[in-house]
T-cell receptor, first 115, second 112 residues
Framework: DQQVKQNSPSLSVQEGRISILNCDYTNSMFDYFLWYKKYPAEGPTFLIS?????DKNEDGRFTVFLNKSAKHLSLHIVPSQPGDSAVYFC??????????????FGQGTTLQVKP | DAGVTQSPTHLIKTRGQQVTLRCSPK?????VSWYQQALGQGPQFIFQ???????QRGNFPDRFSGHQFPNYSSELNVNALLLGDSALYLC???????????FGSGTRLTVV
């Protein structure tokens, strides 16, 4: 039972353009969402997060949008840079329910930014 | 400031053997979680330790066990290794009351 899904295994964009990575979830108890970036041979690096009380959070070139009714979130990267090429993971947690220890991850989306 | 440190980085074990993986959390962090990442998949939660006790556990058999020490470092033990245990094992730490985890680079375990 995949509670967090990233349906696009890969995405290729041109440098300078916008990258949009999508994530869907099924558990309505999830109230905190995170995006991580992973390079080969390294652990996941935290990018940005959003609480369910918000619908948007912005940090520099990275913006996360949350649509609770659709149980969907997306990560926008503008402008995309070749150094952004990595695997991006969406993760969810049920903080209110006390599950602060457990992150549920999607399968990941490999982003390639072409110069 | 060192982040999360894991050892060893790579390990090859034979089916049926036992393995111990180690993790030192980021300075100031007191909660440690372990994740298993199979090839092409996202990390899967194994368990979380806080105040030297297992606080939450994912859907993993009892062959997977852990420990947290007074200095907050942690070990993951896997008994009776199966070929399917081959994966990247990630340790993550956070400070209690915060929700963002810092991950280590992982231990690549290969069971042959």
């Amino acid at each position: 039972d995949q509670q967090v899904k990233q349906n696009s295994p890969s995405l290729s964009v041109q440098e300078g353009r916008i990258s949009i990575l999508n994530c869907d979830y099924t558990n309505s108890m999830f109230d905190y969402f995170l995006w991580y970036k992973k390079y080969p041979a390294e652990g996941p690096t935290f990018l940005i997060s959003i609480s369910s009380i918000k619908d948007k959070n912005e940090d520099g070139r990275f913006t996360v949008f949350l649509n609770k009714s659709a149980k969907h979130l997306s990560l926008h990267i503008v402008p995309s840079q070749p150094g952004d090429s990595a695997v991006y993971f969406c993760a969810a947690s049920a903080i209110t329910g006390g599950n602060t220890g457990k992150l549920i991850f999607g399968q990941g989306t490999t982003l390639q930014v072409k110069p | 400031d060192a982040g999360v440190t894991q050892s060893p980085t790579h390990l090859i074990k034979t089916r049926g053997q036992q393995v111990t993986l180690r993790c030192s959390p980021k300075s100031g962090h007191d909660t440690v979680s372990w994740y298993q990442q199979a090839l092409g998949q996202g990390p899967q939660f194994i368990f979380q330790y806080y105040e030297e006790e297992e606080r939450q556990r994912g859907n993993f058999p009892d062959r997977f066990s852990g420990h947290q020490f007074p200095n907050y470092s942690s070990e993951l033990n896997v008994n009776a290794l199966l070929l399917g245990d081959s994966a990247l094992y990630l340790c993550a730490s956070r400070e209690t009351g915060t929700y963002g985890y810092t991950f280590g680079s992982g231990t690549r375990l290969t069971v042959v």
